[in-house]
T-cell receptor, first 116, second 113 residues
Framework: EDKVVQSPLSLVVHEGDTVTLNCSYEVTNFRSLLWYKQEKKAPTFLFMLTSSGIEKKSGRLSSILDKKELFSILNITATQTGDSAVYLCAVTPRYDGSGNTGKLIFGQGTTLQVKP | DGGITQSPKYLFRKEGQNVTLSCEQNLNHDAMYWYRQDPGQGLRLIYYSQIVNDFQKGDIAEGYSVSREKKESFPLTVTSAQKNPTAFYLC????????????FGQGTRLTVV
């Protein structure tokens, strides 16, 4: 059964700290891994990773994928209170040529709280 | 502007009633999804549809039903058979391969009273 597991489930840090969120997966025919940030309602897209070892960066956030070990990490440096949110990891299966895009499989999320 | 619209934002239902949540997208996306989110948890897949007139069960389909008569629309019905329907429901869509980024609606919070 395909699954995505995130850790830790929750995390409390202080402003200025650096955090690392983990996402491991077991998916048949892996295509890509996505990270989302969810503050109140709709998740907002952060990164999409398809290749191992290539870091994606956006400001203080960065992410990398290891397809051999089947995991990804999301790093946030110099955290701010505005980083407080649920961070979701999702995996998409590979296109099989028949138009089958398959399921979008989410982990259970990591709730990050950044205290002033 | 293109996007996904869910309605209503808040919904109250009496026990034993069916209720339908709307999801419309004008992104010309092929695949659409319904997820359920309970407090402090991630997204659990209810149903998904890759093309019109076709849909598949997700991990927690019991007590729910869907239809996909039009590419733009993927309504979810929460039936009286769903034992614990109070939750936050999110609809998402994705374009066909190779771009698989999912776009989300703003969600519907359903409360059973």
């Amino acid at each position: 059964e395909d699954k995505v597991v995130q850790s830790p489930l929750s995390l409390v840090v202080h402003e200025g700290d650096t955090v690392t969120l983990n996402c491991s997966y077991e998916v048949t025919n892996f295509r890509s891994l996505l990270w989302y940030k969810q503050e109140k309602k709709a998740p907002t897209f952060l990164f999409m990773l398809t290749s191992s070892g290539i870091e994606k960066k956006s400001g203080r956030l960065s992410s990398i994928l290891d397809k051999k070990e089947l995991f990804s990490i999301l790093n946030i440096t110099a955290t701010q209170t505005g980083d407080s949110a649920v961070y979701l990891c999702a995996v998409t299966p590979r296109y099989d040529g028949s138009g089958n895009t398959g399921k979008l499989i989410f982990g259970q999320g990591t709730t990050l709280q950044v205290k002033p | 502007d293109g996007g996904i619209t869910q309605s209503p934002k808040y919904l109250f239902r009496k026990e034993g009633q069916n209720v339908t949540l709307s999801c419309e997208q004008n992104l010309n996306h092929d695949a659409m999804y319904w997820y359920r989110q309970d407090p402090g948890q991630g997204l659990r897949l209810i149903y998904y549809s890759q093309i019109v007139n076709d849909f598949q069960k997700g991990d927690i389909a019991e007590g729910y039903s869907v239809s996909r008569e039009k590419k733009e629309s993927f309504p979810l019905t929460v039936t009286s058979a769903q034992k614990n329907p109070t939750a936050f429901y999110l609809c998402a869509s994705t374009r066909g391969q190779p771009n698989t980024e999912a776009f989300f609606g703003q969600g519907t919070r359903l409360t059973v009273v």
